[in-house]
């Protein structure tokens, strides 16, 4: 480990040295050839943000430990994905799941099941029957404007998903394009095409309507390695870990009218849907259909009123008759899930300095399985279809003092089978000069969703399990200094109590979800953000333990009282970027990860009994470069070349819960090229 850090050191020198000697080239060029990116820091620190807290916010003022990442960051990165994306934020890092699947894990706590919110364009990518959000080749990098990421609770504005953070990606409209954007990429390694991706779009912007419309057309590869089980077995997943996605995302706002639909229809393929290796690849299908119908009537300057609409259709985790099925069992599973909400909120400004912001939304929702048996009733009601409602109410206060500025809320939700849950908030914020600091503590919820709750039946035929809860209190400071840097640290501590756990028995072929006491984490994170005309860095570091929190079994490393299974204790991250000319862009970028326990196989003692063996997984030092030429023999023309896992590392996604899956590969070093074509 030490070793590795010392590389990852070492690099962060040589590029520092690199920066310099091309920034000290800057006097011989115009200010114009200088100024290759499109915002200042001051200017970043400037945009509004309403994440964590509705109401357009500063990222110092915001109520919450928030990082954005905007287009040029993006763009100038080479990222191939959303993972490469948000392995850039502070405490975030992916595991892997059941079926090959890849989720997300955030401050050390796993949040793949409906722990995390993730939103594109206000609209919710979480699914209902678990909660999920499936990563990998499936949202497109060239069609966001900026994503905004709450490191901490966001339940008392949006419910129950956003227990542990928030995620919202939000693309560019019309404004943005008024033309057209055209970007396609193509990924290899020595074996085998990785990525072979086209993302189109569309937009303008006259008097008072705009329109866009985005589609995204992926064919790609989770690894060219070999798998191996807990047993030995071995799946090649070269032609066998496909990930493919169709999405398209059209909008519309006429005046203060707005509406969004978003399609999206992501495949796999997996060599393991839990435990050993199959003897053929499974296909999997995730479908959705997002949609939004939303009016802001401003009655004057100081008070908006926003009705709105959603409806939403899921179909996660869909496999027609299992290929590898033996001895007449069936593993075929197609549960649909729909989601109606209304929602009225008001937003009113008495004053320059304070601001309420009050509503209530009604949500409905039904899941429906699609594969009948006759006399085998799907749900524990008897019936192949149940249903839930929900409604709810919020209420936040905003007020900015001379001496500090204060946020407090509360939502409280009334859930047809759990009963009354509220998640409050409160913080404390104050800029003064280039100082700021933050106080915050938030209470989350999660009701259980449908699968939670019929994978919890009792021998009563009832389910057992109760929403989960977490408190978490958040201390940030941060410095300006000058124009061009910012330092920021944050404490954290997360608690989750009756968290919500899954389980599978693969003997008797049987899922099972139920509640265990405690779990959560505590830790630091500090970021150091540097940006001038020529030059754009961003250096990051997270430190995250269990501290005695975890009392969840299959979370537990034996020996190991500070580390949950599949976490990193340390994550350090570096994004660099040297803008040589005004065309031409130099990225680096990479993270060093410690060491992070799994079981990569299973042992027996004298009596036959199964032995899990757990074992540190090696540091390991992710390193990525891109170069971007702007302006290819025509203006809009950009082309950028990259190297991806560049030293060739064995990077392998963890389950980090002891349940099964041995460490999942990913790809080893990958070439790519993009080319992009801008029509305004």
Same mark, same amino acid.
């Given at each position: ?12 020198l ?112 979480n ?7 499936l ?33 919202h990606i ?46 995204f ?40 009218l ?57 179909r ?43 509503? &209530?939304?009604? +949500? =409905? ?12 009733? !799907? %749900? #524990?009601? /008897? $019936? ?59 209470e ?38 000058g124009? &061009?840097?910012? +330092? =920021? ?12 756990? !899954? %389980? #599978?028995? /693969? $003997? ?36 995250q333990?269990s ?56 042992s ?21 470069t ?34 099964f ?7 080893l070093t ?11």
């Open positions: 480990m030490k070793r590795r850090l010392g590389r990852f050191v070492l690099t962060l040589t590029v520092g040295v690199f920066n310099s000697a091309v920034y000290s080239q800057s006097d011989s060029l115009s200010t114009e050839e200088l100024d290759v990116f499109s915002m200042s820091l001051e200017d970043l620190l400037n945009v509004e943000i309403s994440v964590a807290s509705k109401k357009g916010l500063t990222q110092r003022e915001s109520p919450g430990i928030v990082s954005v990442i905007n287009e040029d960051e993006i763009v100038s990165s080479g990222a191939l994905d959303l993972i490469d994306i948000l392995r850039m934020v502070p405490g975030i890092s992916f595991n892997s799941d059941v079926q090959g699947q890849v989720g997300i894990s955030m401050r050390g706590n796993w949040g793949f099941e409906g722990k995390v919110l993730v939103m594109i364009d206000n609209l919710t990518l699914e209902n029957l678990y909660g999920t959000v990563f990998g080749n499936h949202y497109d990098p060239s069609q966001i404007k900026r994503i905004e990421i709450i490191r901490g609770p966001g339940s008392s504005i949006y419910g129950g998903y956003a227990e542990l953070g928030v995620i939000i693309t560019k409209n019309g404004g943005d394009y008024k033309g057209f954007s055209g970007t396609t990429t193509f990924a290899m390694t020595e074996q085998s095409t990785t990525a072979n991706n086209v993302s189109l779009g569309f937009g303008n912007k006259k008097n008072d309507l705009e329109w866009d419309v985005k589609a057309l992926a064919k790609g590869s989770r690894s060219d390695q070999v798998w191996e089980d807990w047993w030995g077995g071995q799946a090649d997943l070269l032609e066998n870990s496909e990930l493919n996605t169709v999405s398209v995302n059209a909008g519309m706002k006429y005046k203060d707005s509406a969004r639909v978003v399609y999206d229809d992501y495949q796999t393929t997996t060599m393991n849907m839990y435990d050993e290796v199959s003897a053929v690849a499974t296909p999997i299908d995730a479908r959705s259909v997002l949609s939004e119908l939303k009016y802001e009537l401003k009655l004057n300057e100081k008070l908006t009123i926003t009705p709105s609409v959603n409806y939403y259709f899921y996660p985790w869909a496999t027609a008759k299992d290929p590898n099925a033996e001895y007449g069992s069936d593993n075929r599973f197609t549960l649909s899930a729909t989601r109606a909400v209304g929602n009225l909120s008001v937003d009113w400004s008495p004053t320059k300095n304070l601001n309420f912001l009050v509503g &209530s939304d009604y +949500f =409905t929702e039904t899941s429906i399985n699609q594969f009948v048996e006759e006399d085998e009733p !799907y %749900y #524990y009601n /008897g $019936e192949d279809e149940i249903s839930f409602n929900q409604v709810s109410g919020y209420a936040q206060m905003l007020w900015q003092t001379k001496i500090v500025n204060m946020v407090a809320g509360v939502k409280v939700i009334d859930h047809s089978a759990f009963g009354i849950a509220s998640a409050p908030r409160f913080g404390l914020t104050k800029v003064v000069g280039n100082f700021h600091v933050k106080a915050l503590f938030s989350a919820f999660r009701s259980p969703s449908f699968e939670n709750v019929n994978g919890s039946i009792d021998t009563n035929g009832i389910p057992a399990i109760i929403p989960e809860v977490t408190q978490v209190f958040e201390i940030e400071l941060g410095y300006k200094i124009k &061009s840097s910012l +330092f =920021t640290v944050n404490l954290f501590d997360v608690t989750i109590k009756n968290p919500i756990v !899954y %389980y #599978y028995d /693969g $003997e008797l072929d049987y899922e099972s979800y139920s509640n265990y006491l405690k779990a959560g984490s505590m830790g630091a994170e500090a970021e150091f953000r540097y940006k001038n005309k020529r030059v754009s860095a961003v250096l990051n570091y997270s430190y333990v501290n005695g929190k975890n009392e969840v079994a299959s979370y537990q490393v034996p020996g190991v009282s500070d580390l949950a299974l599949g976490v990193p204790k340390h994550m350090v991250k570096l994004n660099t970027t040297v803008g040589i000319t005004k065309k031409l862009d130099f990225n680096l970028n990479g993270q060093f990860i410690s060491e992070r326990y799994a079981i990569p196989n299973v027996y003692d004298e009596d036959d009994n199964e032995l899990l063996n757990y074992e540190a997984m090696p540091a390991v030092f992710l390193l990525n891109f170069i971007n030429y702007k302006g290819l023999i025509v203006e809009g023309l950009n082309l950028g070349l990259g190297v991806k896992n560049m030293l060739n590392e064995e990077i392998v996604f963890i389950q980090p819960y002891a349940n899956m041995a460490p999942m590969p990913s790809n990958q070439f790519f090229v993009r080319l992009n074509y801008t029509i305004k």
